[in-house]
């Protein structure tokens, strides 16, 4: 079966999101299939990650279309993302300091008894868990979050995209903040979402993160998506001059190609 | 504690295992700081007139004064909690006071007649509606349209002080119906002896149930429990200290003269060996107001996400919670407060005057702070507020007692506001 045929997980279409004047994303198409990675690379302002927030429903898009499985769905708050099992990991982690590790990964999502009453027990057990699967040191889950460390933080995000059975997962510089150790372990915790067939959004600034995880790499370049390509047929070298000069291998002059490698 | 601190000198160690011991016991040390605070300035006072302050019915007087603001304080610590303030509260007061009083002499009579039974309830439920749409329209100006709650409380305070004048051009409306001025409290406005025994008791239990039901939740779930000793101290030394008010409570006997004027109206013998006054009303209600806040904060979504905004707006915007809702809804809440606290203060002064609440909102919020809420946001209890406002009213009551009354107890006042946020806020940096 060929990449054509198959029915990609979600596909946006002509996304375009305008802050007052500012173009952050134009014309953006992009799609993402079962069990892919793909990496999406650009300068700072090249519009990644608003790109992202129109999917994960934390700012909706002026226009486009977004399909999830073939059919056009319409997402205009992070709770309509959700119901489509699409889960975001921000960069800024966006956890809730002054509560702990259970109450942050079910933010949102809290579970009740009968009574209506939140059921702490249960919500910890579970986050005990699914904890212990993705990092087995954390201890820590009585305690507000602020007192933990950034790969502490980082494990309780993780923990919440996956505990709630993402099949679209859009990761914002998962490693950005994490030491050699803690971001191995986030390599190893995404080859094994895309073994589970999970398809993951992977924004990064880090060309060989992404050389080294991605399946496609899409490259942004100030809010138009420059080129998506297969990993497998560009160099790291290449996918650096799209980044920078905005413009696909084939359209870059002798000149430009010089200057790139002057300050380089 | 690990190995290492066990393997200490046994000087230290004993320092160690004291602390450990102390931490088995799990339990708030703000709020039992706060609880020795409390003590502390009334043993001060207590010294200070050799022992002629800490009497049954000054403890009772200086509890009723308290909870128009202490009712209060429970709902402000949500809304400071959210990060946003309620300057208006005290306005609020004034002009659902103002209202029920205005209900009870005119309207609800001409309709139903006077000196009828349903009166007082008629009034305070209108009080509360009163309360909770005044709640809702600043609220829904606050989370929809987006103005700062500084500024829409501000014009609350402002407008609905002024609403109070126009209602009667400034005139006193008394009295109150005698049943509703039972939330007055005083020697009549108190459940009595026996009552108070019961209502001690139910309160002894449920320390213990609580207790048992969160350690075997705990333990179906194979969770760390506190060691048995410790829950058995909580519960023993919960239920002396309920008792031990109690018993405070039951020794303030009815005044001769009331008695006797009791028995007149009554036809009965004067009872031998006096009247007990027990819990007065308006600590009954409080105490209710305090237990369901407390339940709305802790156990519920809505409290979750309350605190959650607090922590983090954006992070709770992107968990799906609806936050403009939740902020709303704390502002609901606080206006049926104001509606419950109108009615304490009115019954308490048998009437509703111009400035009925005025400065409520200085003393609440002083409350909230002086109980460990903080102004950055997320942090707050309600327990707290309320041993806050207990603080505050403990140190005017002791004031007044000892002769120093108006400005010196303002200044007081503020140092005690600033000393206590100061006192905490080292504390945190020091803890993080």
Sequence with gaps: MTVAERVPLVEMRNINVAFGG??????????????????????????????????????????????????????????????????????????????????????????????????????????????????????????????????????????????????????????????????????????????????????????????????????????????????????????????????????????????????? | MTDASDALSAESQTGTSQLRGFRALEIDLRLFGMVVALAAILIGFGVATGGRFLTPVNMLNLTVQSISVAIIATGMTLIIVSRNIDLSVGSIVGVVGMAQVLLMTQTIPGIIGYDHPATWIIALLAGLVIGGLIGAFQGSIIAYVGVPSFIVTLGGLLAWRGVTFGITQGVTIAPVDPIFRLLGGGPRGSIGGTASWVVGIVVCLAVVVLLAYNRRQRRRFGFPLRPVWAEVLLGVVGSAFVLGLVYVANSYLWPEGLVRQWAQETGLPVPEGGIQSGIPWPVIVLLGVTLVMTFIATRRRFGRYVFAIGGNPEAAELGGINTRWTIMKTFIIIGILCGLSAAIASARIDGATLDLGAGYELYVIAACVIGGTSFAGGIGTIPGAVLGALVMSALSYGLSFIGLVGPIQDVVAGIVLVTAVGFDTVNRRRTG
């Design chain 1, 22 to 264: 500012v173009h952050a994303v134009q014309d953006a198409s992009i799609d993402l299939f079962e069990g892919e990675v793909m990496g999406i690379v650009g300068g700072n302002g090249a519009g990644k990650t608003t790109l992202m927030r129109a999917l994960s429903g934390a700012h909706k898009a002026d226009s486009g279309d977004i399909l999830i499985g073939g059919e056009s769905r319409t997402i205009s708050s992070p709770r309509d993302a959700k119901a489509f099992n699409i889960e975001t990991i921000y960069q800024t982690l966006a956890l809730a300091d002054n509560i702990d590790a259970p109450a942050n990964m079910f933010l949102g999502r809290e579970l009740t008894t009968g009574w209506g009453t939140l059921d702490e027990s249960t919500m910890e057990d579970q986050t005990r868990k699914v904890m212990g699967r993705i990092n087995p040191n954390f201890t820590n889950f009585t305690t507000p979050v602020k007192s933990l460390s950034g790969g502490q933080r980082q494990a309780i995000a993780i923990a919440r995209a996956i505990h709630f059975d993402a099949r679209i997962l859009i990761m914002d510089e998962p490693t950005a903040a994490l030491g050699p150790a803690e971001t191995a372990q986030v390599r190893e915790q995404i080859r094994r979402l895309k073994d589970e067939g999970v398809g993951i959004f992977l924004i990064s600034h880090d060309i060989h993160d992404v050389f080294e995880m991605s399946d496609r790499i899409s490259v942004m370049y100030h809010g138009k998506i420059v080129d998506t390509v297969n990993k497998a047929e560009v160099t790291p070298d290449e996918v650096l001059g799209m980044i920078i000069l905005g413009k696909k291998p084939e359209e870059v002059t002798q000149k430009e190609l010089a200057q790139l490698e002057l300050r380089a």
